[in-house]
């Protein structure tokens, strides 16, 4: 029964972590329609440039995550004002889009452990506190974790639906002809798109150096987890996005209480796989729309 | 000076060569209509003066500008709005925040909010149903939206393409009555119809297209005798 | 020499690596991660079956045994993301391989009983050929090179065979092959299993020379490495991929020689496979090889079979095969060929028909018309099953066909075009009219596979009847030209061509006439006034009145989703109260 109580902790805490993964390649994927790998280069970007700040430079921590945030921003901005957009304009197929941004995560991904080494890099002055809830164990950054993870999608959620500049964004994701109709610079709203996505992975990012530290392949794991968990949601559902990801995190938790740890992936996907069968358009999506004949 | 001036207009998709050198013109505060078959080419050449296709010749100028190239969002500021043929609304937000985001770029929110203000009595409906999703409302209601939505920037020129399709009889009419107010408060109208009758009743001055060319310029008069609309249909 | 060898074996491995996935990839469209992800299932099943050191089994199988099971095994687990995702999109299929990649690894790194984790299993045994144990790197050559050679003959029957033809029409235009009577989604799955077996294949190649499996072997970065070959190489191209194989393995190692030092070969080299990519999509998207390469002698040997038949059928009659005419097969067609009774049809609170209902003569030629947004093209979609009515019936030749889906009715003897014409782009001429002919064995995989002499057979008799149809609409000097390079008129021609191929009773014609030049406007209405006659129902939306005019014994009047009048042209046309409501009266 412990066992449990700090399985279901443990899901809440992983499932936060997953579903704040969802939402930042979600919002990318719902308004503009790019399957933006390479948002996995911008996670690790968001990590190794708050090392870089904190490690390097040695500024404090939340100096240095704000910094790295903010590269990593810069980094996703950049990503489509200069390889997406121009690829859009020339009418280039999904597929060269899909393998262009392959190979940027690609070349990135490469590129850390050369700057960085590959073993697990860490910030030198986090400080660890325990904290219990009844007989399971968390600590503070893991706390971090669920509490930015709600508080931004929280965030997202209010400024898609109460500001004009969210607003925007729903309206092109929803209809980009009419969106041009009305006189909206496309290429801007995209790069909000981008920009918001790329700060909360790079949260996430941040986050996760804290907890276990940064890994090469901890960006590529991450957007991987990311598209998983917006098919599992449904397309067309940011709220769907988060839930797919809190799913896949709890059920990966829970599986460890009759199965050992290490298949805890498998058993996601495993997962995925089935409901994704039962049931095609994921937790929220819409209708599955047939190409117009 | 016209206020819109297109001459010998080429366009087309993929290779479909649509629009053989089409001429046009409209004056300021004009109202001009535009009929013919389907597959003319009048969506054709609406798509293409307002931007959203690339015209392969001809000229198109809106006052004293070249307007041919530019992308659609040059062509609103410039004073133009159109009002597409289907599924002109963003259906996922409400009936106020569509009339907002048209003028997104408007700074003064005091006066996107008097503008609204001045459209909702235009048409009442829009105020009655500001808060519910556009999606949801019927053909005709999203047809009254869309036009508001076209109008938010006070535009020189509007441009409407088959804004009767998919509504009832009475409701056209309520449309166009709202249509000509418009065009008597200073607004030209460019007005592509398949539905001839509620054309000839509002426009000062007709064209027909066939099969991607003008085949008339003249008073809706003459378009009275069916026999002759026939013939140029 | 020793290192010769080992390049020669990894340039093998890596040829039928890129080449299977090319099928994936270039042939159909598909895009997957996964492929290293079954390279490594091929290995690990191999070395797990075959290996004494194994605790999959007590006693190692014999290794050709073991190597087969091991590539079935392979295969079948394609199944496990193929079915879910191609069931609904390739979009699907993208994300569910990424997953698919990185669980694989991690079982491989975590069953440690079966996998031993992290070390890997050794002791593979080396396979024995004609009694000799290929032990050295020589021997070992020969025996991959024999393997490739069978790969690429395999792959061979794939995309020089109608299936092939059939992969790429799907991929060029899933709708457009679904209307033509192709099985779609079996397709997709049928040949993601298939190329993924024969990296499976190449994953036991590896096991065995190298006699070590472990997961490091198996990582994403392999598939991205794979597909820089493949695209490098030429996508769609099986030869291409067998050159970008050999100059994405070659290169490395001469680079390796002008070290660049400091213990990251690793990263540069796949920052360099990255850049790649990156570089060839943007400036050479096609490789070094395109599509429609091939070494000069072969097109030589294509373009003259091509002229032979041509001459040969020049000498005949200027008429369609006698298959495509029907009278041979077909005996006592109804009068009424299709029935629609009180269809109706909405999308979301629109009503696009409303109780529409219609009859279709055998014989004759009848239009539907009506304003923009009346409910035609979605009539064409339920008469040919791209859309299901939310009540009323549709019967062709008095069978219900209501809820049928499209490839069902092709075989039905239901053809259509569409008004976005849906050309095969990437095909020729010719292969986009030979893909529409019914009945093709080669368009099923194990006899195109198996069965070679009667492909070839069989694909003279369909090349010759393809031919045959293009003398009929007039674009027999276009046969070997790519469909994207044709003339408006020539495209709609050829739809024409691809629609006759399909040897059916009723044809439906979407806007057959629009955006032609008076020449070409009566040659077609010359041809479809010949088939009519010849027995075909035909259905035509159109909104030229002049070519109503010239076409049509009878005229549907489609007005707020129902048939508001049905009659002779004349009749209608003077009609007042008709024309009020088609110049609309409000």
């Known amino acids: ?293 | 000076m016209a206020l819109l001036e297109v001459k010998d207009l080429q366009a087309g998709y993929h290779k479909k060569s649509v629009l053989q050198n089409v001429s046009l013109r409209v004056e300021p505060g004009e109202f001009v209509g535009v009929i013919g078959h389907n597959g003319a080419g009048k969506t054709t050449m609406v798509r293409s003066i307002f931007g959203l296709i690339q015209p392969t010749g001809g000229s198109i100028h809106f006052g004293d500008q070249s307007i041919v190239g530019n992308q659609p969002a040059e062509n609103v500021q410039e004073g133009m709005a159109m009002v597409p043929q289907d599924r002109a609304v963003f259906p996922n937000l409400s009936v106020r925040d569509n009339l907002e985001l048209a003028a997104f770029y408007v700074r003064d929110k005091a006066h996107v909010a008097h503008r609204i203000g001045e459209i909702e009595h235009l048409f009442p409906i829009l105020k009655e149903r500001q808060k519910q999703l556009a999606g949801t409302m019927s053909g005709g209601q999203q047809r009254m939206l869309s036009i508001g939505i076209a109008l938010m920037q006070n535009p020189r020129l509007l441009m409407l393409d088959e804004p009767s399709l998919g509504l009832a009889p009475l409701l056209v009419q309520n449309m166009m009555e709202q249509v000509r107010n418009i065009n008597q408060m200073g607004t030209a109208v460019l007005l592509i119809e398949q539905n001839v009758a509620s054309a000839l009743a509002a426009a000062s001055r007709m064209y027909v297209m066939k099969l991607g060319q003008m085949v008339y310029d003249g008073p809706p008069e003459k378009l009275q005798d069916r026999g002759f609309l026939m013939e140029l249909f | 020499m020793e290192y010769i060898f080992q390049i020669g074996i990894f340039v093998a491995i890596f040829a039928i690596l890129a080449g299977s996935y090319n099928l994936l990839i270039g042939y159909s469209g598909l895009f997957s991660l996964a492929h290293a992800a079954f390279f490594g299932l091929g290995a690990y099943g191999t070395a797990l079956l075959t290996s004494p050191e194994s605790d999959l089994v007590s006693t190692p199988w014999p290794i050709w045994l073991g190597m087969l099971v091991a590539v079935v095994f392979t295969a079948l687990t394609g199944l496990i993301i193929a079915v879910p995702a191609l069931r609904v999109s390739a979009d699907y299929l993208v994300v569910l391989s990424f997953g698919f990649q990185m669980v694989v690894v991690g079982v491989f790194l975590n069953w440690i009983q079966i996998t031993k984790g992290e070390s890997g299993i050794t002791g593979v045994q080396r396979p024995t050929l004609l009694g000799m144990e290929l032990n050295s790197s020589g021997t070992f050559l020969i025996y991959a090179i024999l393997l490739t050679l069978l790969v690429y003959y395999l792959l061979w029957r794939v995309t020089g065979t109608p299936y092939g033809r059939m992969l790429k029409a799907i991929r060029d235009d899933q709708i457009a092959a679904e209307s033509l009577g192709k099985r779609v989604v079996r397709s997709k799955i049928e040949i993601f299993c298939y190329a993924s077996g024969i990296a499976g294949l190449a994953g036991a190649m590896f096991a065995q020379y190298v006699r070590v499996v472990s997961p490091a072997s198996f990582l994403l970065d392999v598939s991205v490495e794979i597909l820089a070959m493949l695209i490098l190489g030429g996508t769609a191209n099986i030869l291409g991929s067998l050159v970008g194989a050999a100059v994405l393995t070659v290169l490395p190692e001469l680079l390796r020689f002008l070290d660049v030092g400091s213990g990251h070969s690793e990263q540069v080299r796949l920052i360099v496979f990255g850049a790649l990519l990156i570089l060839i999509l943007r400036f050479r998207p096609e490789g070094l090889l395109p599509e429609y390469w091939r070494p000069a002698w072969l097109r030589r040997r294509q373009e003259r079979a091509v002229a032979d038949d041509l001459a040969e059928l020049r000498q005949g009659p200027l008429v369609l095969p006698p298959e495509v005419l029907g009278t041979t097969a077909k005996t006592g067609r109804p009068a009424i060929m299709m029935e629609v009774e009180d269809a109706v049809r909405s999308f979301g609170g629109i009503r696009a028909l409303n109780g529409f209902s219609t009859t279709l003569e055998t014989g004759r030629i009848t239009a539907l018309i009506g304003p923009n947004g009346a409910g035609k093209t979605t009539a064409f979609n339920l008469i040919t099953g791209f859309l299901a009515p939310d009540s009323g019936r549709i019967l062709l030749a008095g069978l219900d066909i209501t809820n049928t889906k499209p490839h069902l009715l092709a075989g039905l003897g239901v053809a259509r075009s569409f008004q976005n014409l849906r050309l095969f782009y990437q095909m020729t001429v010719l292969d986009n009219v030979m893909v529409g002919i019914p009945g093709q064995k080669g368009e099923r995989l194990a006899w195109a596979t198996v069965a070679m002499g009667p492909t070839w057979k069989e694909e003279r008799q369909t090349r010759r009847m393809a031919l045959q149809i293009l003398r009929y609409v007039g674009l027999e000097e276009r046969a070997l030209t790519l469909a994207e390079n044709l003339s408006y008129a020539e495209e709609k021609l050829l739809v024409l061509a691809r629609m006759l191929a399909m040897q059916a009773d009723l044809l439906l014609l979407d806007e057959p006439a629009s955006g032609l030049d008076p020449n070409s406007l009566d040659a077609m209405y010359a041809m479809i006034r010949q088939l009519a006659e010849g027995g075909k129902t035909i259905c035509i939306i159109e909104h030229n009145l002049d070519v109503i005019k010239e076409l049509a014994h009878k005229i549907v009047f489609l007005d707020e989703g129902r048939a508001f009048a049905e009659g002779s042209t004349e009749s209608l046309l003077k009609n007042p109260e008709l024309a009020a409501r088609y110049f609309g009266n409000a």
């Open chain 1, 1 to 293: 029964m412990e066992l449990l109580w700090q399985l279901l902790v443990n899901g809440v805490i992983l499932g936060s972590e997953y579903a704040l993964l969802g939402v930042s390649w979600g919002i990318i994927f719902h308004i503009t329609g790019t399957f933006h790998f390479a948002h996995g280069a911008v996670f690790s970007v968001g990590a190794y440039s708050a090392i870089f700040f904190s490690n390097v430079l040695g500024w404090p921590l939340l100096p240095a995550a704000m910094a790295g945030i903010t590269v990593a921003v810069i980094v996703g901005m950049a990503m489509e004002r200069f390889a997406y957009a121009p690829m859009r304009r020339i009418g280039a197929t999904p597929m060269t889009v899909l393998i262009t941004s392959l190979g940027m995560l690609i070349i990135l991904q490469n590129v850390f452990p050369i700057l960085f080494g590959s073993a697990s890099r860490t910030f030198p002055d986090v400080n660890i506190i325990p904290i219990e809830l009844g007989s399971a164990f968390l600590t503070n950054v893991l706390l971090y974790k669920v509490i930015a993870a709600w508080g931004l999608f929280g965030a997202v959620m209010a400024f898609l639906y109460y500001t004009r500049p969210g607003k925007a964004l729903r309206a092109v994701g929803s209809n980009p002809e009419m969106a041009q109709v009305v006189g909206f610079n496309i290429g801007n709203i995209y790069l909000l798109a981008y920009a918001i996505g790329s700060a909360l992975a790079a949260v996430a990012g941040v986050l996760q150096t804290m907890d276990t530290g940064a890994s090469p392949a901890n960006g590529t794991f991450a957007v991987i987890i990311a598209s998983m968990s917006v098919l599992l949601g449904g397309m067309g559902s940011l709220t769907g996005s988060a839930l797919g990801g809190f799913f896949i995190g709890m059920a990966m938790s829970l599986s460890i209480w009759k199965l050992p740890s290490e298949w805890q992936l498998t058993v996601g996907f495993g997962l995925l796989i089935i409901l994704i069968t039962v049931r095609p358009r994921g937790f929220l999506g819409g209708k599955l729309t047939k190409t117009e004949v």
